[in-house]
């Protein structure tokens, strides 16, 4: 079993910038895949970014590349997600969810299709 914990939402201006972390534990095999969701009201839900937490292999969905970057550091069993140029349309709650996945390809399938298994609560970001 694998839990989640965001944190590091909150209110920022526009243009600003914020770090969300995600802190994982349980089964380390289950979560070597992670990545960042977003769901603001009325809209589906987006990804943003996906790790491979052994490798450090990242990649960043084509509408934030540029202004939002993730990074894990596993000796806090923690992914980020760096945000900058923070728009009112950034908006959202955002997630990080966990699985595993055997290759870099397999970790990007699971995030473009959402296929994850364990799911944090979410940490809320507001821009104004």
């Known amino acids: 079993h694998v839990q989640l914990v965001e944190s590091g939402g909150g209110s920022v201006q526009v243009g600003g910038s914020l770090t969300l972390s995600c802190v994982a534990s349980?089964?380390?095999?289950?979560?070597?895949?992670v990545a960042w969701f977003r769901q603001a009201p009325g809209k589906e839900r987006e990804p943003l970014a996906v790790?491979?937490?052994?490798?450090?292999?990242?990649f960043t969905a084509d509408p934030v590349k540029g202004r939002f970057s993730i990074s894990r550091d596993n000796t806090k069993n923690t992914v980020y997600l760096r945000m900058g140029l923070l728009q009112p349309d950034d908006a959202a709650m955002y997630y990080c969810?966990?699985?595993?996945?055997?290759?870099?390809?397999?970790?990007?399938?699971?995030?473009?299709?959402?296929?994850?298994?364990?799911w944090g609560q979410g940490t809320q970001v507001t821009v104004s």
């Open positions: 349980g089964d380390t095999s289950m979560r070597n895949c």
């Open positions: 969810a966990a699985d595993s996945a055997s290759s870099a390809e397999s970790c990007l399938g699971r995030m473009n299709r959402g296929n994850f298994a364990y």
């Open positions: 790790v491979r937490t052994r490798t450090g292999t990242p």
